[in-house]
């Protein structure tokens, strides 16, 4: 489950566990168990937040084939083809 | 004037310079339709009316002059016959026709192309018309809130990608491939489609395309009014956004895409979140975390205080000792009760024995006493007198009885005879009846015996 976790599955899920937590209403245990997913999942949110950033590639069409190359690359690929 | 300079040439074929109406009709016919096959001509419509036949009339002009022209209804080529207007530019191919009848020239259009700005209007209007079904708003796909890898179908060299990589830069983590394409000119159009055909098929986990470039003459943004354009972003699965041109004309590819921004930034920072206000929200659901998880907790424990207070007042010893304090309170107020009961009572007993001895009876007693002895004395003083003289008065009757008793009759030698059935003393000889039993008492001893007769006395 850790392993797959994606930045929108926590944010949902943190989501969730508030509306449980405000609008619902858990058992005691359930509600120690809901409170420490969320503090976790807030942290892994915040983690990949953190480093978040955009990795940009180009795909260049070879035929039916794709290459995916950097932007400089790609640039002065293309720019050598008269693109 | 060139006519008057070459009248021989009338002359010598016609020689007349006399025409009937339909002679010069027919001439200026053969010379309009002769001289000009089929032509282009570009102008502006004026003008423009249609009829109830269905052709469609109007005056193709320009600064200087005017042309009739017909669109027949018949012509099912013209594309855009619905959506003319009045004031657009028009390049129109046809001939040009006399009627010899109205004496009129008309120029019959077979193709009409708008061109310039009115092309693009034109070119929207009738493509918005005959793919309305593909605009409603509710087959607009959602876009992911959270993207992860989203492609960007534009020019590499344009400033529309340098724009949205600006943004997008520390923004979000996110993968962004670039589709290289030409975003104007012939087939441009084309390129978009098939790059959106591409990314469906082979980048399967993109979860947004961005159309982009910047703002440009209308004439550049003609691949964006293109049927092509409808049905390449209708067929994508993948969400399209179109971010072309300008802020105020939406093009075709804007109003089919999924979602529209008016630049590329724009796009940028709809499409990715930021990860800055994304931080601070994430900062709001932690104090909202901690804040409901500890009403739930404070909750609970309200809870058990209550049911604790609740439980304490059925704790059976508690109960116990309130019934022994009762008990108790009971006992004392009971003792306390009979022990006034019992002093009060003793007090008046005591005021009873005082009453008592002062009323004490022995002295009336002993006064009673010494009458009772005095009267005893009188009683049996007279009580003795009167024994004496009854047993004189005893003694007298006795003699005197004993002088009258029957017995001594007897012994003188008679008898008693009584009627042995009722014992009565027969005196007289009618008492009896012959047969009855007698008794005869005797001086000593008696005789039963029985009537043989009876004599009656005198």
């Keep these: ?83 | 004037m060139t006519l008057w300079k070459t009248p021989n040439l009338f002359f010598t074929e016609q020689e007349t310079l006399y025409f009937k109406v339909k002679e010069i009709a027919r001439n200026l016919k053969d010379l309009i339709e002769k001289n000009f096959p089929v032509l282009w001509v570009e102008g502006e419509i004026a003008n423009l009316r249609y009829s109830h036949s269905g052709h469609v009339y109007f005056n193709l002009i320009d600064e200087e002059a005017s042309l009739k022209a017909i669109i027949f209804s018949s012509q099912k080529d013209v594309l855009y016959t619905d959506a003319l207007k009045n004031g657009i530019q028009v390049l129109c191919l046809g001939r040009l026709n006399f009627y010899p009848k109205s004496g009129e020239c008309f120029f019959i259009i077979r193709r009409l192309e708008p061109v310039g700005r009115g092309l693009l209007i034109l070119k929207k209007e009738a493509l918005i018309k005959k793919y309305s079904a593909l605009f409603d708003p509710n087959r607009k796909k959602e876009l992911p809130r959270f993207p992860r890898k989203i492609a960007l179908i534009t020019s590499l060299f344009g400033a529309a990608l340098r724009d949205f990589l600006k943004i997008s830069a520390e923004r979000w983590e996110v993968k962004i491939l670039v589709y290289p394409v030409r975003v104007q000119g012939e087939g441009a159009e084309l390129e978009i489609v098939q790059a959106i055909k591409d990314i469906n098929e082979y980048f399967r986990d993109v979860e947004v395309i961005v159309i982009t470039r910047g703002g440009g003459a209308f004439e550049d943004l003609a691949p964006f009014y293109t049927e092509e354009i409808i049905l390449g972003i209708k067929n994508s699965r993948i969400p399209v956004v179109s971010a072309v041109g300008h802020e105020i004309d939406y093009t075709i590819c804007d109003l089919i895409a999924d979602k529209r921004y008016p630049t590329p930034s724009a796009a940028a920072q709809e499409i990715l979140p930021d990860k800055h206000k994304i931080l601070a929200e994430l900062n709001i659901y932690r104090k909202k975390l901690l804040q409901s998880f500890e009403q739930k907790l404070s909750k609970r424990e309200k809870k058990l205080m209550n049911l604790k207070l609740q439980l304490e007042e059925k704790n059976p010893f508690k109960l116990l000792h309130q019934i022994e304090t009762r008990l108790k309170n009971f006992i004392h107020r009971f003792s306390l009760g009979f022990e006034r009961f019992f002093s009060q009572k003793e007090k008046e007993l005591l005021f009873f024995k005082e009453n008592l001895k002062k009323h004490h009876p022995l002295q009336k007693i002993r006064l009673k006493e010494e009458k009772l002895q005095e009267l005893e004395l009188r009683l049996s003083k007279s009580f003795a007198g009167f024994l004496e003289k009854k047993q004189r008065e005893l003694q007298a009757g006795l003699k005197l009885l004993e002088s009258l008793s029957p017995l001594k009759v007897l012994k003188r030698g008679y008898s008693m005879v009584v009627k042995l059935e009722d014992q009565k003393i027969v005196k007289r000889a009618s008492q009896v009846k012959e047969g009855d039993l007698l008794e005869i008492y005797l001086s000593e001893g008696k005789i039963i015996a029985e009537v043989k007769k009876t004599i009656a006395g005198d």
């Design chain 1, 1 to 83: 489950m850790e392993k797959e976790l994606t930045f929108e599955k926590a944010f949902k899920r943190l989501e969730e566990i508030l509306k449980l937590l405000e609008e619902g209403d858990p058992e005691l245990e359930e509600a120690i168990a809901l409170y420490e997913e969320g503090v976790r999942l807030i942290q892994f949110c915040e983690e990949k937040l953190k480093k978040a950033r955009a990795r940009v590639e180009v795909i260049l069409k070879e035929g039916d084939r794709f290459r995916l190359e950097t932007l400089e690359k790609a640039e002065e690929i293309l720019k050598n083809a008269g693109k």
